[in-house]
């Protein structure tokens, strides 16, 4: 699938939704086992016992090397995986103290 900046997509094995926020390119992006699509359907299958960590609303995955980065408008039980390598939830930066 080609990716790019602000593009959404829906998983065809549970409820996530996420939205493309830095990357590009053609990558192998999956939720639950199965490949991320462009158009929303309905769940036809359970995601697959080693994709089923789930996804969290309104956090950000990437990749190890943080080339790409995901989005979560909608969460669900699929785990987000690149090639089959699991996404890694993003770390929120600590804010300088305000004294």
Known sequence: M???AGMKLH???CDTDVM???GSGDVALT???CELTIVRSDP??????AFAA???M???YQTPDGSIEL???KPGKGTLAIDGVPLEMKAAKALPSSD
């Open 2 to 4: 080609q990716l790019k």
């Open 11 to 13: 998983s065809s094995v």
């Open 20 to 22: 493309v926020i830095k």
């Open 31 to 33: 939720c639950g086992g």
């Open 44 to 49: 036809s299958a359970e995601p697959d016992a």
């Open 54 to 56: 789930g996804t969290a």
């Open 58 to 60: 309104g956090k950000r």
């Open 71 to 73: 989005l979560c408008i």
